[in-house]
């Protein structure tokens, strides 16, 4: 079993940055993939980045230019760090974390509220 625990979260302004963080306990030896989604109000559960331990990331076009995943597996931590914060960014960010066996795991989310 994996536990996951984000922090990071808050209240911004429009232009500001943040950094999510997001750490793991437990079977930490079994994760490979470890990502950051999102849901906004009334829309579902999306994917803006993923990082595996051996730091091959992917994101979504549309976070690209602002987004940066980060790993530290010394730590079982990964990191987003979100610049230029837009309106439309503000969402529960959650973190995931797939074994190699393809079992994942969630945490309980962090809010980010940017304000225009």
């Known amino acids: 079993q994996v536990q996951l625990v984000e922090s990071g979260g808050g209240l911004v302004q429009a232009g500001g940055s943040l950094r999510l963080s997001c750490t793991a306990s437990?079977?930490?030896?079994?994760?490979?993939?470890m990502g950051w989604y999102r849901q906004a109000p009334g829309k579902q559960r999306e994917l803006v980045a993923s990082?595996?331990?051996?730091?091959?990331?992917y994101y979504v076009d549309s976070v690209k230019e602002r987004f940066t995943i980060s790993r530290n597996n010394a730590a079982n931590t990964v990191y987003l760090i979100i610049d230029s914060l837009k309106p439309e960014d503000t969402a529960v960010y959650y973190c995931?974390?797939?074994?190699?066996?393809?079992?994942?795991?969630w945490g309980q989310g962090t809010q980010v509220t940017v304000s225009s």
């Open positions: 995931n974390a797939q074994e190699y066996g393809l079992k994942g795991y």
């Open positions: 437990g079977s930490t030896f079994s994760i490979n993939v």
């Open positions: 990082i595996t331990r051996d730091f091959i990331t």
